[in-house]
């Protein structure tokens, strides 16, 4: 029964061979006999395999296969902690940096033979073979490349060098200078001190950590502080506690109406020039200084008003309508108007002319289309002067004809609407502008 197992075993084995055999084919190879040194450790010498779909990705693959066999063998002969976790994230900075090392390709004047290029040229030896396999061909490349313990001596002292200048520059930089005197330095101090925490797993790290910390709090201490704003100008500097500091970058300055005349850096000022003639008096208006670093956010508004260079008016309550004569034998109805506008600017103002357009609705007065339009009532010749930001109540005493005031009675309706234009201007600053107002309640007395 034993025997019976063993010789199937055997079969089976036998055959596995045999499909394999025929499946992979050998079809060209650069020597014809394959070198001892691809199978076995030389002394002085790693191996490298690589498999690629032609020559040339097989013999980088190859290559690469030399890199990581040689930072591998350098990194186990690095010194690290005796902590496992700091052991094992020591040992990751480590390849890091080895692989990093082991990819430059220039060479260390003078002294012995340096590995910062892994290069084809000192491959010693090499051998490839193409075949086919699965009904697939690809090709398989050896390359003999020499490496010693001299070698990896050379890249543990090159790590351990690396170290001690990390080291001595955390030195400097944990302790932080009184005084910057640009943005730009402590920015940069802290993406170098960024670098050391993410390379330290020690102590060290803690102290990178702490010394980042300050750095940013010192750019959130950094203010906007205005020397000058008038209108159309604002200069600032920036401060940071009790003494000036500059940046190199410039601010991105955004307004809600205003356009942006220039941005100019003169030396410890910085001024923005503006055009305000599409800035409204009604409006909030504003500058919004922002300047682009990713550590902070450093930005200002600065409010400014228009009033004292611009005029503005508004109707702010509904408009009455008073008789004040009207005769059985006289085809003209003698009516005060009764106004309530607002100022928005200090600036006096003239009102030239004022057109109103009343509309009545007799049933079903949420549906807008139920209202009536009536004949305009123009208002011409006012020339009537107002002074002051605030509330003006006025009136003005109209002719019209009876026939045309009898129709649009506030009586004869359920609802009343208005609307209207104020024609106005100022001398002042020669601007001639129009106030419209819609659907505001009019109300008659007759």
Not at 21 to 36: A, F, G, M
Not at 54 to 80: G, R
Not at 378 to 402: A, C, Y
């Amino acid at each position: 029964m034993k025997n019976n197992i063993k010789n199937s075993i055997l079969l089976v084995l036998t055959l596995f061979v045999v499909v394999s055999c025929v499946n992979y084919k050998i079809l060209e190879k650069s020597k014809s006999q394959k070198p001892d040194w691809v199978h076995g450790i030389e002394t002085n010498y790693l191996i490298g395999q690589g498999i690629g779909k032609n020559y040339d990705e097989a013999k980088l693959n190859a290559l690469h296969m030399i890199k990581e066999k040689i930072v591998s063998s350098v990194a186990q002969n690095i010194s690290f902690e005796q902590n496992i976790k700091v052991n094992e994230i020591r040992y990751k900075k480590a390849i890091e940096f080895l692989e990093e090392y082991t990819s430059e390709t220039k060479s260390k004047a003078g002294g012995g033979i340096y590995l910062k290029g892994i290069s084809l040229s000192r491959v010693t030896d090499y051998y490839w073979e193409r075949f086919r396999e699965e009904k697939k061909e690809q090709v398989v490349y050896f390359i003999k490349y020499p490496f010693s313990p001299k070698d990896i001596q050379q890249l543990v002292d090159k790590w351990n060098e690396r170290e001690v200048a990390l080291s001595n520059r955390l030195d400097t930089l944990k302790f932080i200078k009184n005084n910057y005197y640009t943005i730009d330095e402590i920015v940069t101090d802290i993406e170098e001190l960024q670098y050391l925490s993410d390379i330290f797993v020690d102590e060290r790290k803690a102290w990178a950590d702490i010394a980042i910390k300050k750095l940013q709090n010192k750019l959130q201490a950094i203010k906007i502080v205005s020397n000058t704003d008038s209108l159309g100008y604002f200069s600032y500097s920036l401060m940071l506690e009790n003494h000036l500091i500059k940046t190199s970058r410039v601010p991105v300055v955004e307004s809600n109406c205003a356009e942006i005349i220039k941005i100019d850096k003169q030396g410890k000022y910085n001024d923005i020039e503006y055009n305000y003639n599409n800035c409204e008096p009604d409006e909030k208006n504003y500058l919004d200084i922002n300047y682009p670093i990713n550590e902070i956010r450093l930005s200002k508004r600065v409010c400014f008003d228009v009033c004292l260079k611009k005029i503005l008016i508004q109707n702010i309550d509904d408009v009455s309508f008073s008789s004040q004569h009207k005769n059985f034998f006289n085809k003209w109805h003698t009516i005060k108007c009764h106004f309530t506008i607002e100022s928005k600017s200090p600036l006096p103002f003239i009102i030239d002319k004022i057109e109103l357009f009343p509309k009545l609705c007799k049933r079903k007065c949420k549906n807008n289309d139920n209202y009536k339009n009536y004949p305009a009532i123009i208002i011409e010749n006012i020339d009537k002067e107002f002074k002051g930001k605030g509330t003006h109540p006025f009136t003005q005493v109209i002719k019209l004809q009876k026939s045309k005031t009898k129709s649009w009675v506030s009586r004869n309706g359920v609802s009343t609407k208005i609307s209207g234009k104020i024609y106005y201007h100022s001398e002042q600053t020669g601007e001639h502008k129009i106030c419209k107002f819609d659907d505001f309640k009019y109300y008659t007395n007759w």
